[in-house]
């Protein structure tokens, strides 16, 4: 039996080939294209400006959703985690962060990760499936319809970043098709200026995405200074070292809009890539590039088993004060949702099992 059309990663004119399939006529998938996604309904049964025979007709050769939500934790902070599964039994995690002026999703690009990053939980899993253009904009409807409700207008300031479970550049084609179809301003509306895709460092992939005319921010993971230290870190260094990298991010450079910064990601382990001499290299290494680029640094976010811990809040504002001195705009991300293992680093965490307080954990299922 084949599978079931997966509504959600079609875009306006797939939607209205595939209406027109059916014997229905084109404006028919206008409005499946708005239930989809203005509305963000998940079942035909809550299409009721579709006709009856049309929606029975559908539910025939296509599905309006894939994913199930196992469980929802909700973190002291406000921050929302929620383990989704796929239609073949897979792991997919997203989660919701609330803030004063906006709103982020933080979305998966696969089910597990193939870069075996020593310091992210996520790379204990491997890699399990890349997700579909369909499973990713389903993430965001989930969350979404949580937050605020179904049928509610896409809020105004929701911000997407791709750094979830997975290597986004290695769901290339997926995730392209997930923007275009989120962008669309008859549905979601929200447009790639909104969105930050974060890489490991996958050198022709950063090459091609600056070729994009309409593409999203671009940051890089770093959590080194040198070869020889990313080398353990990020297994990926093996393939693109630093000096390749920087030179594919100095291509990029060109593409940047005005005003807009190159980002780099360090994650700060206590004790292993946080010194002042590790600061004094990275600044050396940022400069001697001339990349007009702004750095953010990441306190480790722990979990068993990785074998790291938090660099103390005393030696990151060090860490930073000594980028700044030499020309290097730096600033210090705030972890969101450690407790309910929701924060950079900890997807994977099948349930949160430290530190728990009742009263902040609610399940859906399971």
């Not at 990926?236 to 190159?262: D, H, M, Q, T, Y």
Request: hydrophobic letters at 40%; one cysteine or more; a positive charge.
């Amino acid at each position: 039996m084949n599978q079931a059309t997966h509504l959600t990663g079609l875009d306006a004119a797939e939607l209205s080939a595939l209406v027109e399939s059916f014997g229905e006529p084109a404006y028919r998938g206008r409005q499946l294209f708005g239930a989809l996604f203005k509305r963000r309904l998940r079942s035909f049964e809550e299409m009721s400006d579709l006709p009856k025979n049309f929606r029975a007709a559908l539910a025939e050769r296509a599905t309006a959703s894939t994913l199930t939500v196992e469980s929802r934790y909700i973190s002291e902070d406000g921050t929302r985690r929620y383990l989704l599964k796929t239609h073949d039994g897979l792991p997919v995690e997203t989660v919701f962060i609330p803030e004063e002026r906006r709103d982020t999703i933080c979305f998966s690009s696969q089910s597990g990760c193939p870069l075996q990053c020593s310091f992210c939980l996520t790379a204990k899993l491997g890699l399990l499936r890349t997700l579909t253009a369909g499973e990713i904009v389903e993430q965001i409807v989930i969350a979404l319809n949580d937050a605020y409700g179904t049928g509610t207008k896409t809020p105004r300031g929701t911000n997407l970043v791709a750094m979830g479970a997975g290597e986004p550049f290695l769901a290339f084609d997926s995730l392209m098709k997930a923007l275009r179809i989120m962008a669309d301003p008859n549905g979601l509306h929200i447009v790639p200026n909104r969105v930050t895709v974060s890489t490991a460092g996958i050198v022709p992939r950063i090459l091609e995405l600056a070729r994009v005319p309409d593409r999203p921010h671009l940051a890089i993971s770093l959590a080194a200074p040198t070869d020889e230290q990313r080398d353990v870190l990020m297994p990926i260094n093996r393939k693109w070292p630093l000096a390749e990298l920087l030179a594919a991010c100095k291509e990029f450079e060109v593409s940047l809009k005005p005003g807009e910064r190159f980002t780099f990601e360090y994650v700060m382990l206590d004790g292993v890539n946080d010194s002042d001499e590790h600061a004094r290299q990275l600044a050396n290494l940022l400069n001697r590039h001339q990349l007009r680029a702004k750095v953010n640094l990441i306190p480790h976010n722990p979990a068993d088993p990785l074998p790291y811990l938090p660099t103390p809040l005393a030696q990151v504002e060090r860490f930073k004060g000594i980028l700044e001195a030499k020309g290097v705009h730096a600033y210090v991300r705030r972890p969101r949702g450690r407790d309910i293992y929701a924060a950079c680093g900890q997807l994977a965490a099948r349930r949160p099992v430290n530190n728990l307080n009742p009263q902040i954990l609610h399940q859906l299922t399971g």
